[in-house]
């Protein structure tokens, strides 16, 4: 049996996939080049890409690894893995027509990427930000953001994502303060730290945890 594991990050609309423990990467591999980075109504559905047809991700991971015999972890929130089953159910004919099971396969899911947990994430994410906050700009916007994070414990991926903009001006702002002054004592170090910033929220958007 395959381990098959799709990791779908609503905010930023990224699918990711491994199969048998490892990461693909961008290949030229039929299915990694329609559902890599790509957001979920690409590939749980049939549907035609210029010229070429994708029946779905179902069949497309049997006919590409040859087996049926599949066990596909899903790893994103419930509205999207509801999505998911019914798109697979859809194709259980035409699995059968192409040779294949449509009982050997099953489907569970890892809860990840809840709003109520990556708001926590990010309000900590915003709260050491704005700390050291170079600038006026930056420092009004992390404010903001923190009170917004703050008053709301029911934050839709929306407004998250809308969120996820705010601090990317916070940042832009910061790291152009920084290196308007690099001539000034240790600003190199401080250019470096919001460069890494950057890695840090879109770590706090993943759920602060890595793919294994």
Known sequence: MRTIKIIYNPYCEDTRLAVDGIEHKDSKSRVDRFI???PMENWV????ESYLRWEGILPELMEELNDDELEIFFYGIPEHFEMLQSGLKKQLTLIEEKGY???AWTLQMKKRFLPEEIRELVLKFVQGKKLYAPDQHS???FENTEERLK???DLGINELKDIWEEICTALKAALEYCNYKQSERNMDVKIRFWKDAEKELEFAYEGGVKLK
């Not at 559905?45 to 035609?48: E, K, L, V």
């Open 101 to 103: 099971s449509s009982s």
């Open 36 to 38: 890599l980075g790509k």
């Open 45 to 48: 559905f049939a549907r035609m």
């Open 139 to 141: 420092l009004l916007i």
């Open 151 to 153: 008053s709301s414990q």
